[in-house]
């Protein structure tokens, strides 16, 4: 059974920082992309980061470049979003997601995510 447990999550001020984890189970990431999703309030889910089967390849959404990097931790099958200088507008739940393939514009087309976490809560305010 896959699952994806993300952690993570919480209020900072804008310019801060925070790690997010997903840990997964039932499957390995080796085999899949995985990616970070966002929904702020009234608006679209979007693909934030993602991260190729082979780890080789990262997408980043624009708004994130140069700020938020995904990496992942084969050995604990667990993969990271670092989120650095951070902004109100970074404001959203935040979700891991697990493609249905290896390799794919995952991050641009949600309709490739075959499984999602819970979601965890982030807000970025003074």
């Known amino acids: 059974q896959v699952q994806l447990v993300e952690s993570g999550g919480g209020l900072v001020q804008p310019g801060g920082s925070l790690r997010l984890s997903c840990a997964a189970s039932g499957f390995a990431l080796v085999y899949y992309t995985i990616g970070w999703f966002r929904q702020a309030p009234g608006k679209e889910r979007e693909g934030v980061a993602c991260i190729s089967s082979s780890g080789r390849s990262t997408y980043y959404a624009d708004s994130v470049k140069g700020r938020f990097t995904i990496s992942r931790d084969s050995a604990k099958n667990t993969v990271y979003l670092q989120m650095s200088s951070l902004k109100p507008e970074d404001t959203a739940i935040y979700y891991c997601?697990?493609?249905?393939?290896?390799?794919?514009?995952?991050?641009?087309?949600?309709?490739?995510?075959?499984?999602w976490g819970q979601g965890t809560q982030v807000t970025v305010s003074s």
């Open positions: 997601a697990k493609s249905s393939y290896s390799d794919g514009p995952t991050c641009r087309r949600p309709s490739f995510v075959g499984s």
